[in-house]
């Protein structure tokens, strides 16, 4: 095995892809049968249907096809066909997909339909006089769409259901009405005209008491009644939204056994025909089926039966249908097209397909054949040479892989295995007319995902999902070898080129290498073997994200008639061998990059960075610009200069492993390296190589858009052909083993099939494949049932055509035995076998045992009996047969242990009861803050309920708590706010005050007062506003009014947009649900609280009544009253619920009690007692008993269970009656002895007379104690009704609230997005403000310097005025000396060298012209005196510094100009985007408010609310009316009533502003002819004395003190002197420059004299090398001993020497370096010694001598 070469990395280079040419679609096979509905004729001959990628026109005469791709290249929603069949359009699927509408035969597109939806289409139809059209989009919108599509408008949108929808269509009798079913529903639609526009009003039909059901099929009847069919095979005959009744065969039987897809029914029959999934076509006679419905106002179903019906086949499962004059053309999803000849229906299969998913494909070595497998359990058989179906078996079971046997195995190629989802592998034979089954075995238990076959062609890999690899023996009737068990589910394999090893990859990310296996193992117990295997991980290499390619331009629609469009596209016509969707990477993008760049002026948000092709454009947005602003968009872009692309920003990336990703595909290279290229999970695109023994990965290249799913060589094994998730084949010519990353050296070629099946937003997509033929022909499968055959055009070798000679082999030998379904597999049966086995062996010992047992247990009874015949002098005692003792001990103690466990037993279950209660009180009661408890009344029947409250959640006091935290952070960040803005203005009023003027003298003082004046003026000047000037607040109030003046906004108007105080979102409506929850909790706690202390309250009541009615008894025992009725209280379980937990042991013995008695009574029964039994008796008394015994210890039980206050009222009556008592006994034994006296008589009537009152009182009491409570328990009860029906109406806007938050929690994620969008323009907006107010002040402190700079400059003219004096013969002079242009040298900075100042000055660009001016000497006129020539010298030096600093100071000045337009610039260009995204924001605020309005909520009113009159009544439809609150009205009044005062209060406003205005005319005129007075008089007295006009600030400039002249004359002859040192310094410089350059010259000379010397060394060492070894030894230390001092003494060449330098060098020495050495070879950079050679190194450096 030879090593892993060294890791290559991609390089930035691309491979190189292949001309789109190079393939073309040659046939389509497939055909997407699931999909409803996917037939149709554009033609009488030419049926249309879509099949993965593309829209395919069959002509069912020739069976010959054309294909026309679709645009977008990401799929096919829907195709609806124009009435006219003119036209036809097609929905796409994709990101904001566009519907595009074809006119027909040409197929080129002439419309162009955006923003009908968000990922896909579901249905489409066209209105029945072809004007409209309307669509049905996919998850997650759901919107129903109608369109103008002669315009390309949209009319009217509402969103159709929150599920699926199968079909839509126009109404055929009543214009504007629509109707759509779906998943579980059916909804009819009328398009409305209300005050505030056209709407979309969508009934969903009321199932009532039928099951709910999916719909697919329906029909429209005349008389406005609907037809539908379920999905359990009934008829629905629907009136408006309701359900009339239900249409069953006679003995409630289905209409059909399934879904009813098909509906049909033609105005003028009399028959209905319906078509369901059970392949039955039924005819109903029309006028039986009206009756039916008209009698379904009585009964709910009603019978018919059929005319006639047609069954097409058993396997068909019909899914669309068309009806022709001499045929009809059935489309089944079991697999097949089939043609019904009318009127003799007869059937004729003319298109057969699979059913479903096709999972695999393989194709033969030698021949045109292909096979494919599918979910549908087929495999067939294809000749795509003939482009026809051979044959094709079923099988039981799904099929999940497949591949064919090559010559190793079976030298005529005519054996495939395939893999099944039940775990079997069966070997099928190609025959003449079938397959042959050649071998059938079951390797595993669940489905099988891999088949590999050795290099060798000697065993054959299976893997499957249940963890395990089994091995079969191919060339000895694939005998079982033996299988591995893993950690988890083996998903791909592939064996190593020398057959070692096998490579896993498994579901668990795992990457395994299992060694192969031995030949002959020991099976003889089990199968499994324990094979050596490792795990393979690497470290991925750190990539760095490429940037997304620029979009491309979309294709411009074709012109129509009408002159819309542009030019037909290339590649828009459909041709017979048009590729399906070969625009997926370049044209298959261009819509979403047109609708990314259709935005305001054609720029993006901003939001990305911009790249060569111009600025990205976020996806999905800007989309709604359209048409002539995207070209308009265009030409700008066209006109703005492209920016240079930003630097690349290197991302630190964290180290990834390949065990942390799940591997999808693998594939070892072709080598004896044993590489191998893995696609992993979580790298998309991406394809890598690696080594079992390498850490790293060797390398990787991007390979496609999609993760890589499928990954095989060709026939040739010159190309590697892949598929990804997401629909794409790659070819790709095979690269080098260890050189993948080298991308520049492949070619490859790509297409895309893909039709992406959207669920929840998970693709669920694969593409198989097979190159047949060596390469000339590329067959690709996919799971939505598509099959395409390209022809390839590949570079490739000599072709190998098929061999044509080779027959095919007769079907005369039979099947083998096949492996029936729910058998063992190979190893589960072995080791079932093993088992039985086993058992067997049990048996047969424990038979012998129990023999065994059963004779000495015969033996031992007839021991036994012989025994007793005994005499008992011979009778042996019993005891002596027991054998062992404690035998006897060990069963009582097992009896005892089972005793214990019983009681344990019983225990466990007592706790397991208590448990259980307590988990039902956790679960039921503990929850509830208040439990349902009822309160009844003393007399009267009247009852009160509580409200059953639950406790408030955790959640909920959590939510509450944050918000009082919030509230208190946002006080204090505002308090924060204004504390921090006055402490910021006074920092920087501090800081203004803490500016010094600098002043120096008077004028300077003067001059500076007289230029703030200047400049407070021009500042006052510049707040003047324009006459034409408005307030852009008035501007903005008026344009307000005008759009809102007499215009009530209702939030039912397509146009309303609500206010940003309004504007609600998810969190915003959780809140409103939390607190509407909270107020709903209070109130009821609120009547809760009362209702508990009325209950209270009854207590108190019921004691003092009971204390009174003992008082009472004792009245009536002194009266000697008996039996008096008392009212007693009654008590009620449900008063008093949370008593249910008080338990006694009487409670308990009752229940024990009744329980006994309940067995007795069945035992009595059982026995015959009761009717006839004499035993009846006695138990009855005994019962009897026990009855009184019970009732006896019952008021026992309540005597001593009484309450304490009982006994305390108790007590102290007691005492009142036992004075009474003993008064009445003494009275009574005093009237024993003697007769009472006429006083006693008369005390004692009045005792009696006390007696009777305190009676009588205690019932008065006790009688208004009742009422009293009665009355506050109605007045309670009333009370509850109130607040119950109040309760209601809040829980059922609760409803409605949560509605809305599932509404807006979809929505949340848009509007969260645009919210982050426009916050983070406004930040930027923000800083760039900032920005360009600093940028403002540092261009006014540029100006004021510039300023000050030309009055320095004006003041030095001044000065050389003065100077000159007045008829100064030498002023022309020495002015031309004054004004003379230098180029003056730049002043040395510290510890220059003089090198870099030459250099700079060279850099500068300074030409000859510059430097003349300087070499014409000055000198001083003559006659004129040398102290003025020196101070013109010095002025002019001063003049220079000037204008050096103002020209320095102008360019710094127009620099900031320039930056400060490009930050308004930008400025404006965010300022548009934030208009934008404002805009985007209504568009969604108005989304958001009609997806709110399809919410129906509920209002109560009562009549005298309803002002809604027609004809002096209330109309019966109250749709037309409109609900206002009562605040509503009163704000409206209100603000009526305030705009009139407020209009009024501006018209005194603005007349009293005319008067003013008036008043400060008059006044400006007066000021201005005051002014202009006063300018003149000063002309005057100016012209008068001095005879011009004298400009006051140049008078100021020139009064100049003496002393300030003299200075300078000493400056002037001070920089003479430093002038003329200065000459002579540069003559000394010179002179040393020319010796500089000589020696360079003469160092020169020797270097490449040195440079031919080592050469002929270098050639010496060796000729020495191979002649001499000992001298080559020598050479090699005295090289090595070189090298070392060479890297001890290296002088690193300077990074920074510039280019001037070199050729300043090569300038010098021109002739010192010849262009070749002696030998004639070019000379070599050598690095030298410095020790020997003492040269410049430097000057060595520039010349490029030392490397």
Do not use: W
């Given at each position: 095995m030879e090593s892993p070469a060294a890791p290559v990395a991609p390089v930035e280079q691309k491979a190189e892809r292949l001309p789109q040419d190079a393939g073309k679609l040659v046939f389509s096979f497939g055909f997407e049968g699931t999909r409803r509905n996917n037939i149709c004729y554009i033609e009488p001959s030419i049926l249309m249907h879509t099949c993965g990628n593309t829209i395919h026109f069959l002509d069912v005469r020739t069976m010959t096809a054309t294909y026309l791709p679709s645009v977008g290249g990401l799929g096919i929603g829907a195709v609806a066909i124009h009435p006219t069949k003119k036209y036809f359009a097609v929905c796409e699927k994709g990101i904001n997909p566009n519907i595009y509408i074809y006119d027909y035969p040409s197929l080129v597109y002439t419309k162009v339909l955006k923003d009908g939806t968000e990922r896909l289409f579901s249905a489409a139809a066209f209105k029945h006089d072809g004007n409209q059209l309307a669509t049905v989009g996919g998850y997650p919108d759901y919107w129903l769409t109608v369109w103008d599509w002669h315009n390309e408008t949209i009319i009217l949108r509402a969103k159709a259901f929150s599920q699926e929808v199968f079909n839509v269509s126009f109404s055929k009798y009543f214009s504007g009405q629509l109707l759509t079913s779906g998943v579980g529903h059916i909804r009819f639609w009328n398009m409305a005209s209300t005050f505030t526009g056209m709407k979309l009003e969508g009934f969903i039909g009321k199932f009532g008491q039928v099951p709910l059901s999916d719909i697919a099929g329906y029909v429209e009847l005349s008389n406005g009644k609907v037809l539908s069919g379920t999905e359990g095979g009934g008829i629905i005959v629907w009136e408006g939204e309701l359900v009339k009744c239900q249409l069953k065969r006679k003995g409630g039987l289905s209409c059909h056994d399934g879904m009813v897809e098909i509906t049909i029914h033609e105005t003028g029959v009399n028959e209905l025909i319906t078509c369901g999934s059970d392949g039955y076509i039924r005819f109903w006679d029309f006028g039986t089926w009206l009756d039916a419905a008209d009698d379904g106002d009585e009964k709910l179903i009603c019978e018919v039966n059929p005319l006639r019906e047609l069954f097409v086949d058993p396997e068909c499962k019909i899914k669309g249908i068309l009806f022709e004059q001499d045929h009809w053309m059935i489309q089944d999803e079991g697999g097949a097209l089939w043609r019904v000849h009318v009127p003799s229906f007869e059937l004729e299969q003319i298109l057969e397909f699979h059913a479903g998913a096709i999972v695999s494909i393989a194709s033969s070595p030698n021949s045109y054949y292909i096979a494919t497998a599918g979910t549908d359990g087929t495999v067939r058989l294809y000749n795509f040479k003939q482009q026809k179906q051979i044959y094709k078996r079923r099988f039981s079971a799904p099929c999940t892989t497949m591949i064919w046997m090559p010559r190793t195995v079976d030298p005529k190629c005519k054996t495939i295995a395939v893999g099944f989802k039940d775990g079997v592998v069966r070997m099928l034979q190609q025959c003449s007319t079938r397959w042959r089954l050649l071998h059938a075995m079951k390797p595993h238990n669940m489905e099988v995902t891999g088949l590999k076959l050795s290099p060798d062609g000697e065993l054959l890999a299976t893997v499957s999902t249940d963890a395990t690899i089994f091995f079969f023996h191919c060339l000895e009737n694939y005998r079982p070898i033996g299988f591995c068990k893993f950690a988890a589910g083996v998903g791909c394999l592939d064996w190593s080129p020398n057959g070692d090893y096998v490579l896993l990859a498994c579901k668990n990310c795992e990457i395994l290498e299992v060694a192969r296996p031995p030949l002959h193992p020991d099976t003889k117990v089990t199968y499994e073997l324990?094979?050596?295997?490792?795990?393979?991980?690497?470290?991925?290499?750190?990539?760095?994200?490429?940037?997304?390619?620029?979009?491309?331009?979309?294709?411009?629609?074709?012109?129509?008639?009408?002159?819309?469009?542009?030019?037909n596209p290339e590649g828009a016509a459909a041709t017979e061998g048009t590729p399906p969707a070969e625009r997926a990477s370049g044209e298959g993008q261009a819509v979403e990059g047109k609708e990314g760049e259709a935005g305001e002026g054609g720029e993006g948000e901003g939001e990305g960075e911009e790249g060569p092709e111009g600025p990205e454009v976020a996806e999905g947005e800007g989309a709604e610009g359209g048409g002539r602003e995207a070209e308009e968009g265009k030409n700008k872009k066209k006109k703005k200069k492209k920016a240079p692309p930003p630097p690349a920003v290197e991302e630190v990336l964290p180290d990834e492993f390949s065990s942390s990703f799940q591997a999808r595909a693998l594939l070892y290279t072709k080598s004896s390296m044993n590489t191998f290229y893995v696609s992993l999970e979580g790298k998309t695109g991406l394809l890598y190589e690696s080594h079992a023994d390498s850490k790293d990965a060797l390398g990787y290249a991007p390979w496609s858009q999609g993760t890589l799913t499928t990954l095989e060589y060709t026939h040739s094994m010159e190309y590697v052909v892949s598929g990804t998730a997401d629909g794409v084949v790659r070819i790709n010519t095979t690269p080098h083993a260890g050189q993948l990353g080298l991308v520049q050296q492949q070619k490859y070629w790509e297409v895309s099939m893909r039709n992406i099946q959207v669920s929840r937003l998970t693709f669920l997509y694969r593409v198989m494949f097979t190159i047949a033929t060596r390469n000339l022909y590329l067959a690709s499968v996919a799971h939505d049932g598509s099959f395409f055959l390209y022809e390839m055009s590949l570079e490739t070798g000599a072709p190998r055509h098929p061999d044509t000679k080779t027959k095919d082999l007769e079907d005369t030998l039979p099947d083998a035995s096949d492996v029936p379904p729910g058998v063992y597999s190979?190893?589960?049966?072995?080791?079932?076998?093993?088992?039985?086995?086993?058992?067997?062996?049990?048996?047969?010992?424990?038979?012998l045992v129990t023999d065994r047992l059963d004779r000495i247990r015969r033996e031992l009874e007839e021991l036994i009996k012989v025994n007793k015949e005994k005499t008992p002098t011979e009778m042996i005692p019993f005891e002596t047969f027991e054998i062992d003792s404690s035998l006897r001990g060990i069963l009582e103690n097992e009896i005892k242990e089972k005793v214990r466990s019983a009681r344990e037993e019983l225990q466990w279950e007592s706790e397991r009861s208590e448990i259980a209660l307590s988990k039902l009180r956790a679960f039921l009661l503990d929850p509830l803050e208040v439990e349902h408890i009822v309160l009844h009344a003393f007399r009267t029947d009247?009852?009160?309920?509580?409200?059953?409250?639950?406790?408030?959640?955790?959640?909920?006091?959590?939510?509450?708590?944050?918000?009082?935290?919030?509230?208190?952070?946002?006080?204090?960040?505002?308090?924060?706010?204004?504390?921090?803005?006055?402490?910021?203005?006074?920092?920087?009023?501090?800081?203004?005050?803490?500016?010094?003027?600098?002043?120096?003298?008077?004028?300077?003082?003067?001059?500076?007062?007289?230029?703030?004046?200047?400049?407070e003026y021009e500042d006052y000047l510049k707040t003047k506003p324009d006459d034409a000037y408005a307030n852009p607040e008035d501007l903005e109030a008026i344009k307000h009014a005008e759009n809102t003046k007499g215009d009530f906004k209702l939030k039912t108007d397509l146009t309303y947009v609500p206010p940003v105080e309004q504007r609600t979102n998810a969190v915003k409506k959780r809140n409103e649900m939390v607190f509407l929850y909270e107020a709903i909790h209070d109130r009821k706690m609120s009547f809760n609280s009362e209702f508990l202390s009325l209950?209270?309250?009854?207590?108190?009541?019921?004691?003092?009544?009971?204390?009174?009615?003992?008082?009472?008894?004792?009245?009536?025992?002194?009266?000697?009253?008996?039996?008096?009725?008392?009212?007693?209280?009654?008590?009620?379980?449900?008063?008093?619920?949370?008593?249910?937990?008080?338990?006694?042991?009487?409670?308990?013995?009752?229940?024990?009690?009744?329980?006994?008695?309940?067995?007795?009574?069945?035992?009595?029964k059982d026995k015959g007692g009761g009717f006839g039994g004499f035993g009846g008796g006695p138990v009855k008394k005994v019962e009897r008993k026990a009855e009184k015994a019970e009732k006896g210890a019952e008021k026992a039980e309540e005597k001593k269970a009484a309450d304490p206050q009982r006994k305390m009222s108790r007590k102290m009556s007691e005492r009142v009656s036992r004075k009474t008592i003993r008064e009445g006994e003494i009275a009574s034994t005093t009237s024993a002895l003697r007769a009472p006296s006429i006083l006693e008589q008369a005390e004692q009537e009045a005792f009696i007379v006390k007696l009777k009152y305190e009676k009588a009182l205690n019932k008065e009491r006790i009688d208004l104690l009742i009422s009293t409570f009665d009355s506050d328990l109605e007045d309670l009860r009333n009370r509850r009704f109130t607040l119950d029906v109040k309760i209601k109406g809040a829980e059922l806007?609760?409803?409605?609230?949560?509605?809305?938050?599932?509404?807006?929690?979809?929505?949340?994620?848009?509007?969260?997005?645009?919210?982050?969008?426009?916050?983070?323009?406004?930040?930027?907006?923000?800083?760039?403000?900032?920005?360009?107010?600093?940028?403002?002040?540092?261009?006014?402190?540029?100006?004021?310097?510039?300023?000050?700079?030309?009055?320095?400059?004006?003041?030095?003219?001044?000065?050389?005025?003065?100077?000159?004096?007045?008829?100064?013969?030498?002023?022309?002079?020495?002015?031309?000396?004054?004004?003379?242009?230098?180029?003056?040298?730049?002043?040395?900075?510290?510890g220059e060298e003089s090198d870099s100042e030459e250099e700079s000055d060279l850099e500068e660009g300074g030409s000859d012209e510059d430097f003349e001016e300087e070499e014409t000497p000055e000198v001083c006129p003559s006659g004129c005196e040398e102290s003025l020539y020196a101070s013109v010298l010095a002025l002019r030096e001063r003049r220079l510094d000037v204008d050096e600093a103002l020209v320095e100071n102008v360019k710094l000045l127009d620099s900031m100009q320039r930056e400060k337009e490009t930050k308004l610039k930008k400025k404006k260009g965010i300022d548009v985007a934030l208009e934008t995204i404002k805009r985007e924001l209504g568009e969604f605020q108005k989304q958001k408010q009609t997806a709110l309005n399809q919410i129906d909520v509920a209002v109560t009113l009562y009549m005298h609310q309803v002002e809604y009159i027609e004809n002096a009544a209330i109309p019966k439809d109250l749709s037309g009316g409109l609900v206002f609150t009562n605040a509503s009205l009163k704000q409206l009044r209100a603000t009526i009533e305030r705009h009139v005062a407020e209009k009024a209060a501006l018209r005194r406003l603005q007349k009293d502003l005319r008067k003013e205005y008036a008043a400060l005319v008059r006044e400006r005129k007066a000021e201005e002819e005051n002014t202009t007075d006063t300018e003149q008089r000063v002309i005057d007295v100016q012209m008068l004395r001095f005879g011009q006009v004298i400009d006051l600030s140049v008078v100021e400039l020139i009064r100049v003190r003496r002393d300030t002249l003299e200075l300078k004359d000493r400056v002037k002859q001070q920089e003479a002197e430093y002038s003329a040192e200065l000459g002579e310094l540069s003559r000394n410089l010179d002179d040393a420059t020319d010796e500089l350059a000589r020696a360079m010259r003469e160092n020169s000379a020797s270097l490449y004299t040195i440079a031919d010397l080592q050469e002929k060394r270098n050639a010496?060492?060796?000729a020495s090398h191979r002649l001499f070894p000992l001298a080559a030894k020598f050479f090699s230390r005295l090289s090595l001993a070189e090298h070392e001092n060479q890297s001890e003494s290296h002088i690193p060449r300077p990074a920074d020497r510039k280019a001037s330098g070199r050729s300043r060098a090569r300038a010098i020495a021109p002739d010192c370096r010849p262009e070749r050495s002696s030998h004639g070879q070019p000379r070599s950079p050598i690095k030298l010694r410095p020790q020997q050679h003492r040269i410049n190194l430097p000057i060595a450096n520039e010349l490029g001598l030392i490397v």
């Open positions: 324990a094979l050596p295997s490792r795990a393979i991980s690497f470290l991925l290499p750190k990539i760095k994200k490429p940037k997304p390619p620029p979009p491309p331009q979309q294709p411009k629609p074709a012109k129509t008639s009408e002159g819309e469009g542009g030019e190979i190893e589960d049966d072995k080791q079932k076998t093993e088992q039985e086995n086993k058992l067997r062996t049990a048996l047969q010992k424990k038979k009247g009852h009160v309920c509580s409200f059953r409250t639950e406790k408030l959640s955790p959640e909920m006091k959590m939510i509450e708590e944050a918000k009082a935290i919030t509230d208190d952070k946002s006080k204090t960040q505002e308090k924060d706010g204004e504390d921090g803005k006055e402490g910021g203005e006074s920092v920087v009023s501090e800081l203004e005050e803490g500016e010094d003027d600098d002043i120096i003298t008077k004028q300077d003082l003067r001059r500076l007062k007289l230029k703030k004046k200047e400049d209950r209270e309250k009854k207590k108190q009541i019921r004691f003092q009544i009971t204390q009174r009615n003992s008082r009472i008894s004792e009245i009536n025992n002194l009266l000697r009253i008996k039996e008096e009725p008392l009212y007693t209280p009654l008590t009620f379980k449900d008063e008093a619920p949370e008593e249910r937990n008080n338990i006694t042991k009487k409670d308990l013995d009752d229940y024990i009690e009744r329980k006994r008695k309940a067995e007795m009574k069945v035992e009595e806007k609760m409803l409605i609230l949560y509605q809305e938050l599932r509404l807006l929690q979809t929505l949340q994620p848009k509007e969260q997005a645009l919210q982050n969008r426009h916050t983070a323009k406004l930040l930027e907006a923000e800083d760039l403000l900032s920005k360009i107010s600093d940028q403002e002040k540092a261009v006014e402190l540029k100006k004021q310097e510039v300023a000050g700079l030309q009055d320095k400059k004006q003041q030095l003219l001044v000065e050389f005025e003065q100077m000159m004096g007045e008829n100064n013969p030498f002023r022309d002079t020495l002015q031309k000396i004054y004004t003379k242009k230098i180029k003056r040298p730049k002043p040395k900075e510290p010496i060492e060796a």
